[in-house]
Nanobody, 115 residues
Framework: QVQLVESGGGLVQPGGSLRVSCAVSGLPVDEFTMNWFRQAPGKERELVAA????????SYANSVKGRFTISRDNAKNTVNLQMNNLKPDDTAIYYC????????WGQGTQVTVSS
């Protein structure tokens, strides 16, 4: 049974940093493509970052390139998203995702960027 549990969200001022984490059970994070999505109020869910299962290659949405870093900790079986130089437009619920015969999602963690 696959479970994803996000943590680490919160309120931060513009220009600040946050690190959100996704604890995964039921499958090894280094054998699956792991994704971070976000959904802002009134907007569709969008892919923010992904780390590929085959070669570990990483991709980012243009809006977060140079500011966000996705990583995985194989020993802890977690996937992390380090977010720097945060902007008000980054305010959203952040979700961890993996596809294994179906899409699995965590419950999400709220990130609010505001002064």
């Amino acid at each position: 049974q696959v479970q994803l549990v996000e943590s680490g969200g919160g309120l931060v001022q513009p220009g600040g940093s946050l690190r959100v984490s996704c604890a995964v059970s039921g499958l090894p994070v280094d054998e699956f493509t792991m994704n971070w999505f976000r959904q802002a109020p009134g907007k569709e869910r969008e892919l923010v970052a992904a780390i590929d299962r085959l070669d570990g290659s990483i991709s980012y949405a243009n809006s977060v390139k140079g500011r966000f870093t996705i990583s995985r900790d194989n020993a802890k079986n977690t996937v992390n998203l380090q977010m720097n130089n945060l902007k008000p437009d980054d305010t959203a619920i952040y979700y961890c995702n993996v596809y294994y015969f179906t899409d699995y999602w965590g419950q999400g963690t709220q990130v609010t960027v505001s002064s």
